[in-house]
Nanobody
Framework: QVQLVESGGGSVQAGGSLRLSCAAS?????MGWFRQAPGKDRERVAH????????SYADSVKGRFTISQDNAKTTLYLQMNSLKPEDTAMYYC?????????????????WGQGTQVTVSS
């Protein structure tokens, strides 16, 4: 069992920055950030392989967002720069203990409660 607790959401104007954090109670092979806006499907923002540090991003956030972990691999971060109103959503941290790592939310075993990000124009 891996418990995940997100923090760092809030309201910001377009062009601003926020950093999300996700504290994990244990090691996870793969961790990711997902988001869901009202009336829309949950979508992958970025994910990271804890062992190699390999990262992957959704096209919509490439060059603006950066996913990273601390050295102990128990805290996940999402640095969000140049925020746009379309980035407004509930952001969730997710973890997978083993197996393959991908951007599909279906493979993740554990989820945080979410943190709201609101970007105003």
């Amino acid at each position: 069992q891996v418990q995940l607790v997100e923090s760092g959401g809030g309201s910001v104007q377009a062009g601003g920055s926020l950093r999300l954090s996700c504290a994990a109670s244990g090691y996870a092979y793969c961790m990711g950030w997902f988001r869901q806006a009202p009336g829309k499907d949950r979508e992958r923002v970025a994910h990271i392989y804890s062992g190699s540090g390999f990262t992957s991003y959704a096209d919509s956030v490439k060059g603006r967002f950066t996913i990273s972990q601390d050295n102990a691999k128990t805290t996940l971060y999402l640095q969000m720069n140049s925020l746009k109103p379309e980035d407004t959503a509930m952001y969730y941290c997710a973890a997978r203990r083993g197996g393959t790592c991908s951007g599909s939310y279906l493979i993740y075993d554990y989820w945080g409660q979410g943190t709201q990000v609101t970007v105003s124009s």
